[in-house]
């Protein structure tokens, strides 16, 4: 599929165009448009689907799948509050969320 270096960038894209059901992450940087539907367990993706879900970006409603994630991290601080981690996240406007490993553990 075509390729975008920002997620809202490919997002938009997939909203128009009527073939796209969603916009996987390959990379930092690297957002692939998709036809299909289905996600595939993957430590180094994350995929948004079109359909009910959390995060709409330009009038449209995307599904985050938390079973495909990034280990892309914006630093190396690990945070064992989530709160805190949260409140980091919003002072910083490279933060795009925050992520929580099985081990109890948040990073931006």
């Given amino acids: 599929g075509k390729v975008f270096n920002n997620r809202n960038d490919a997002l938009n894209e997939c909203i128009r165009l009527t ?8 990379r930092t ?4 448009l998709n036809t299909g539907k289905v996600a595939e367990p993957s430590k180094k993706a994350t995929c948004w689907i079109k ?6 970006v330009g009038g449209a409603t995307w599904e985050v799948n938390i079973d495909q994630f990034s280990t892309h ?7 064992k509050d989530r ?20 081990e109890g553990v948040c990073y931006l």
């Fill in 83 to 102: 709160r805190i981690a949260l409140k980091t996240c919003k002072k910083n406007k490279k933060c795009k969320g925050v992520v929580k490993t099985d």
């Fill in 51 to 56: 359909g009910p879900g959390s995060v709409n």
């Fill in 19 to 26: 073939r796209c059901q969603g916009v996987t992450r390959e």
């Fill in 73 to 79: 991290r914006l630093d190396k601080i690990d945070f």
């Fill in 29 to 32: 940087n690297r957002f692939r």
